[in-house]
């Protein structure tokens, strides 16, 4: 049972525009959360954070909101760029055994249009 | 980046076969992992090690074993490979934080 999922598998957005990709979690303990890219043939990178202490980070034009009622965020990227087409993954941190580990969200195929 | 190799990038094996993967760090993070990444799955952990010689299981670790023997090298072993095992493979590494980085990818078909 998915404890983060994406439900939109793919998004197309023209050049310029802003891509908003989403992610819901079912974990109420969940307290950070990450954004991964992923370009084909190459590993996730690492992309953008959020601790559950804020509702709002930023990096140049990426944007993580979490709305923690909601049990939701959002990654925003304005303007979008052909650069940007890639999967983009949602995960979270728990602690089992003896290793903290991250689960993943199934993943965005997001497209940029030129 | 994380110095982290993976080899072989990509392998073609037969069904019954073993067949081992290596990920190298030149990081010395303690924590190591093991990913499989399959459409409409994500990625989803097999094995994981937090020093040499320890390790653990992950959500998918049926039919795969892994050692560590060094701080630098975590090795995945498909004890005989099966077409479930069809995946791309990815090794991670992480040290005190959350963020895990990632390696390149192993492309393994099993026929």
């Known amino acids: 049972d998915q404890q983060v999922k994406q439900n939109s598998p793919s998004l197309s957005v023209q050049e310029g525009r802003i891509s908003i990709l989403n992610c819901d979690y079912t974990?109420?303990?969940?307290?950070?959360f990450l954004w991964y890219k992923k370009y084909p043939a190459e590993g996730p990178t690492f992309l953008i954070s959020i601790s559950s202490i804020k509702d709002k980070n930023e990096d140049g034009r990426f944007t993580v909101f979490l709305n923690k009622s909601a049990k939701h965020l959002s990654l925003h990227i304005v303007p979008s760029q052909p650069g940007d087409s890639a999967v983009y993954f949602c995960a979270a941190p728990f602690s089992s055994g003896s290793a903290r580990q991250l689960t993943f969200g199934s993943g965005t195929q997001l497209t940029v249009l030129p | 980046d994380a110095g982290i190799t993976q080899s072989p990038r990509h392998k073609v094996t037969e069904t019954g076969t073993p067949v081992t993967l290596r990920c190298h760090q030149t990081e010395n993070h303690r924590y190591m992992y093991w990913y499989r990444q399959d459409p409409g799955h994500g990625l989803r952990l097999i094995h994981y090690s937090y020093g040499v010689k320890d390790t653990d299981k992950g959500e998918v670790s049926d039919g795969y074993s892994v050692s560590r023997s060094k701080t630098e090298d975590f090795l995945l072993t498909l004890e005989s490979a099966t077409s479930s095992q069809t995946s791309v493979y990815f090794c991670a590494i992480s040290g005190n934080g959350y963020e895990q980085y990632f390696g390149p990818g192993t492309r393994l078909t099993v026929t």
């Open positions: 974990n109420s303990m969940f307290d950070y």
